[in-house]
């Protein structure tokens, strides 16, 4: 294991000036830090470690919006009654995380900062148009996470900068949401493809809103525009989550690697999109207004 | 690098030791405390579960957390749930149920299995799997597992 001076600040205004300092990194739960700096992939010369910080373990309703300390672990959303209601997807995704032991210590904020194509937290975020409160010794800022994100590993936050929380908007009225991952294995995996939807439903049940994510199929988690465009003011049937199975395939540029191939993901974005789609129809339908 | 205090409770007992920051808790239950109980199996990519121990209660890889992350925390290793005499339930149940061949998971398997229960003591076959999920055996005993699992709740903890 590298070397590195170690800092463990009892407070936001120390975890700041600990951050501002040259060759400073920030530990969070340490379940993708830990390996890397392990392999020297991250070579920090004064580690973080946010452990002595209760400040930003919170998941908050603020009425219209839901808020999450970018330290809360994903056994923490997984197992919120909150989450659950507000965004069913997030907490499903949180609950298909590696296993206990990683979720236990994995926090949200830290598979954010980590940026990785398959993150499984990322799709259920990116159709609730989440954003992300950043601080610094500076000041802070709010973004977009779908302009945070810039790929794999790669992030907006410059140096000293950490993220403070996450954000998202209610959905209200008839809508559904649902969160479908392939991978290897049911435990232990890591996406092959992970696919978020959302859809909204008028008063005549036809889609008002759909929105699609998906992960591990390009360099980012993207939305699928396109396809979300197709979908509005459709009667949502089984030949319409199809049609927008296939062409979902046009939005995504997936490549072959370690974990799958061209082909497969190309096929299992195209048949996720349309179970979670139907989903989340489902969901939408058995509310009544 | 220089070296850091931390103080944490381990096995009940408060403990308080100088390391160097870049150890992990892994490193330093088995090599500067002695307690050899807590495997390391996969070279600390957190993937295997050999070195799961509880940390205030809830099952962790020991090999991706660092000493420092554990000040003010209760962990517990093997050592700790091991009466003086015999066995635990759950380490009776896992001799019993032929869950244990050659025994480098075992005490990785075991704290989860303890995490579990003691979280949820009626688990589903699905829970208990997924409470286990984290911990690979190669000599592929899961089934023998499940049913040492089965007995612990048939039986209950308390001896």
Sequence with gaps: MLEFDYYRPKSLPELKENLSQPGALMLAGGTDIIPKMRKHKFKPTILVDTSGIPDLEFIEDQKEEVVIGSLTTHQQIARSPLIASVNPALQKAAESIGCIQTRCRGTLGGNLANASPAADTIPPLLIYDASLLIQSLEGERTIPLESFLLGPGKTSLEKGEFIHSVSFPRLKDRWGAEFIKVGKRTGMAISVVNAAAAVLLDQKGRISDARIALGSVGSVVIRCRETEGFLSGKNPDREVYAEAGRQVREEIRPISDVRSTVDYRLHSASVVVSRALEAAVEMAERRNE | ?159
Excluded: W
Excluded at chain 2, 39 to 51: R, V
Excluded at chain 2, 96 to 123: F, H, M, R, W
């Design chain 2, 1 to 159: 690098m220089k070296n850091i205090e931390v103080e944490f409770t381990l096995n009940g007992k408060k403990t308080s030791l100088s390391s160097a920051p870049n150890l992990t808790l892994l490193d330093v239950l088995r090599d500067e405390l002695g307690l050899t109980g807590v495997k390391d199996s996969c070279g600390g990519e957190g993937e295997c579960g050999a070195c799961t121990v509880i940390i205030n209660g809830k099952p962790v890889n020991s090999c991706l957390v660092f000493i420092g992350q554990v000040e003010g925390l209760q962990v517990t290793t093997i050592e700790g749930i091991t009466p003086e005499d015999g066995y635990h339930p759950i380490q009776r149940a896992f001799v019993e149920a032929g869950a244990v061949q050659c025994g480098y998971c075992t005490p990785g398997a075991i704290l989860a299995t303890k995490a579990l229960l003691d979280s949820n003591p009626e688990p589903s076959d699905r829970q208990i799997r997924e409470g286990l999920s984290g911990n690979l055996c190669r000599c592929t005993g899961y089934t023998k597992m499940l049913d040492a699992v089965h007995r612990v709740i048939d039986e209950g903890q308390d001896d």
